[in-house]
């Protein structure tokens, strides 16, 4: 069931070449991650370990949105289910290890393991912040 208030995940996905400029290396964040402070999110993405345990299965797909979003085309944006969580719609039987995203430009769309990438162009494209921020995060479509 999704609450009121949706949590500020802004800035909480660390992708590793962020780690790698910030003097880590690539065991060092190995090392991280099996001591328990990281969490991979996904292939170069990773977040708080204690922050991920405390999220739910909407949340975590959020974070998981994020770090796709961080790695894809900057006119990619969410879809379709990933949306709607994002927009704080209630979740239930859905699969939340993909995230759905279309790119704004018209491109192919793509599938990986834990994201599908739809073809159709996007009119219009929201974010759930309505005042402007330098991060491109969250970026949610809206259909016309």
């Known amino acids: ?6 949590l500020d995940l802004t800035g909480v996905v660390v992708l590793r070449k962020d780690l790698l400029a910030a003097g880590y290396t690539d065991r060092q964040i190995q ?5 328990g402070e990281l969490h991979r999110v996904r292939h170069g993405s990773y977040c708080d370990k204690s922050l991920w345990d405390s999220l739910g299965a909407a949340d975590r797909h959020r974070v998981l949105a994020r770090a796709v979003l961080a790695r894809a ?6 879809t379709h289910v990933s949306s709607a969580i994002e927009h704080g ?3 239930w039987g859905h699969d939340l290890t993909k995230v759905h995203t279309t790119r704004t430009d018209g491109r192919s769309g793509r599938k990986e ?9 996007c009119r219009r494209t929201t974010s759930r912040s309505s005042t402007a921020s330098p991060s491109p995060f969250p970026r949610a479509a809206r259909w016309r």
Do not use: E, N
């Open 113 to 121: 393991c834990d994201r599908v990438q739809t073809p159709a162009p």
């Open 89 to 91: 719609a209630p979740v």
């Open 31 to 35: 090392t991280r991650v099996k001591a």
């Open 73 to 78: 085309h900057p006119t990619t944006v969410l």
């Open 1 to 6: 069931m999704a609450s009121d208030v949706l």
